[in-house]
C-alpha cells in the first residue's frame, strides 16, 4: 500500500509539472467523537483525511486523498492502531468540450458509484455511514474506471464503472470484474429518483449483487430520503431500508433522525433495526472551512445484545 501511494504521488507530480499552469489545492476533514454506552467510554478519532486535488488544465485533474483510520483486523498485532492509507487516487478527463457539461471519464482508486453520491444529500458520515456501506454491502472506493454523462441542464445522469469489486483496502483475487450502473433522474428542483446496480461474483457462478433504488427530497427547511436495498450474496437474499431526514430548526441548527431496518437472510425470522436521532450545529462557513458538533444516540436491536451509543460528534472540514 505504501509503494502505491509513492507510485500514485509520483504520476500525479509528474502529469502537474508537463502541464500548463497547473493549480494544486490541499484540504483534510476530521472526524472525532466521544462515545459512551453500557459497557464503553470513550475519546476516539475515528477518520482523518488529507485531499490533494489538482488541476492540471481545463481537460485533465487528479485527486490523491490518504486517509487515516483505526485497525480493527482480529489476530494482528496492529489492532487498534491509526493506520495511514491510500483511499483515492485517480486522474479525472473532463468531457464537457465533447459531450455535456459535468461529463467525465476517471481511472484509478476512485469513489465507487453510490456512497459518495448518496452524501451529497446525507452530510452526516461523521455520524456513521450510510445504512450499505455501514452494513458492508457497498463500498466507498476501489480500483477501476467509471464514465459520466450528464444530461443538459443537470436532469439527469447516467454513471458506469468497471472495478475489481474487492475494495480499496484489498487486492484483486481473482478473474471477476465488478459491472456498476448508477442512473439519476431530477424531474423538478430538489426532487431526485436514483436507482443503482452492482454485478459481481465472489467466484464463478457466485453472485454478489446489490440494487439500491433511493427517492430523495431537498427544500431549504429539510432535506429527505429513502433507500431500499436488494442484495444477494451466493444463495442468501437480503433487504432492508433506510429512512432519514434533516429537518433545519435554524440557520446552524439541525435534526437528524434516521431508521434503518435490515433483513440480512430472508429466509430466517431475523430483522435488525437501527434508530439514529441527533441534533447537530453546523458552524457557518468561512474562507472554505467548515465545522460541525453532534449530540446524538445510536441504538441498535434485533439482532444479536442491544447496543445503544450516545455521543458527542466533531467534523472539521478545510
Request: contains cysteine.
Amino acid at each position: 500500500m505504501r509503494a502505491a501511494c509513492l507510485l500514485a504521488t509520483s504520476l500525479f507530480l509528474a502529469i502537474s509539472a508537463a502541464a500548463e499552469e497547473p493549480a494544486v489545492k490541499v484540504g483534510a476533514q476530521i472526524f472525532a467523537d466521544y462515545t459512551r454506552s453500557e459497557s464503553t467510554s470513550a475519546f476516539n478519532v475515528s477518520r482523518a483525511y488529507i485531499n490533494v486535488n489538482g488541476s492540471l488544465n481545463k481537460f485533465l485533474s487528479a485527486r490523491v486523498t490518504p486517509d487515516v483510520a483505526r485497525e480493527s483486523g482480529e489476530g494482528t498485532s496492529l489492532n487498534g492502531s491509526l493506520q495511514f492509507r491510500l483511499k483515492f487516487a485517480y486522474a479525472q478527463v473532463h468531457l464537457d468540450q465533447w459531450l455535456t457539461k459535468g461529463s467525465w471519464v476517471r481511472g484509478g482508486l476512485i469513489p465507487l458509484l453510490w456512497v459518495d453520491y448518496e452524501e451529497q444529500y446525507y452530510h452526516y458520515r461523521f455520524q456513521g455511514p450510510v445504512m450499505v456501506d455501514r452494513e458492508g454491502y457497498v463500498g466507498t472506493a476501489d480500483y477501476g474506471v467509471a464514465m459520466r454523462y450528464a444530461f443538459p441542464n443537470d436532469r439527469a445522469e447516467v454513471v458506469g464503472g468497471v472495478f475489481n469489486g474487492e475494495g480499496f483496502g484489498h487486492a484483486e483475487t481473482n478473474d471477476q470484474k465488478a459491472a456498476m450502473l448508477r442512473v439519476a433522474v431530477h424531474p423538478m428542483k430538489g426532487l431526485h429518483f436514483s436507482a443503482f446496480y452492482d454485478n459481481d461474483n465472489y467466484a464463478e457462478g457466485q453472485p454478489r449483487n446489490r440494487a439500491i433504488g433511493q427517492v430523495a427530497f431537498e427544500h431549504p427547511r429539510v432535506t429527505a430520503a429513502i433507500d431500499v436495498l436488494s442484495a444477494r450474496d451466493r444463495a442468501v437474499k437480503a433487504r432492508g431500508y433506510s429512512i432519514w431526514a434533516t429537518p433545519k430548526l435554524s440557520r446552524s441548527w439541525e435534526l437528524l433522525l434516521r431508521r434503518d431496518t435490515l433483513e440480512p437472510d430472508t429466509s430466517r425470522d431475523e430483522r435488525k433495526t437501527r434508530d439514529i436521532e441527533g441534533l447537530a450545529y453546523w458552524v457557518p462557513l468561512q474562507g472554505g472551512v467548515s465545522a460541525a458538533v453532534m449530540f446524538d444516540r445510536d441504538d441498535t436491536r434485533g439482532i444479536g445484545a442491544r447496543v445503544t451509543n450516545y455521543g458527542i460528534k466533531v467534523m472539521v472540514s478545510f
